[in-house]
């Protein structure tokens, strides 16, 4: 069964850049992604990857900002944030998908997640 497991999390100031990973043991799936959740919101889509064709989407929020990519040899997937701001405070989670064809950004087509790391912005 494949785990996931988050890395890179912590506590910055705005303006400031954190770089998450993602280790998969086993099969990565067809896509790959980072979601995050915040206190009372719901859990949204931040960016996402084709593990076969290195499609990627990033949600407008982020765009400019957050980079996505993969390390194939060491099957791990990585997140890089730049310019942090407050609003970008949330649980921040690796999920995958063995589906061919999805919505890239809406998590209810991942089948497998990670435990989560924790990102606090502070203004």
């Known amino acids: 069964q494949v785990q996931l497991v988050e890395s890179g999390g912590g506590s910055v100031q705005a303006g400031g850049s954190l770089r998450l990973s993602c280790v998969a043991s086993?099969?990565?799936?067809?896509?790959m992604g980072w979601f995050r959740q915040a206190p009372g919101k719901e859990r949204e889509g931040v960016a996402a990857?084709?593990?076969?064709?290195?499609?990627?989407y990033v949600t407008t929020t982020v765009k400019g900002r957050f980079t996505i990519s993969q390390d194939n040899t060491k099957n791990t997937l990585i997140l890089q944030m730049n310019n942090l701001k407050p609003e970008d405070t949330a649980m921040y989670y690796c999920a995958q998908s063995s589906a061919r064809s999805l919505a890239p950004l809406v998590a209810s087509y991942y089948n497998t997640w990670g435990q989560g790391t924790q990102v606090t912005v502070s203004s």
């Open positions: 086993g099969y990565s799936g067809n896509w």
């Open positions: 990857i084709s593990t076969t064709g290195g499609s990627t």
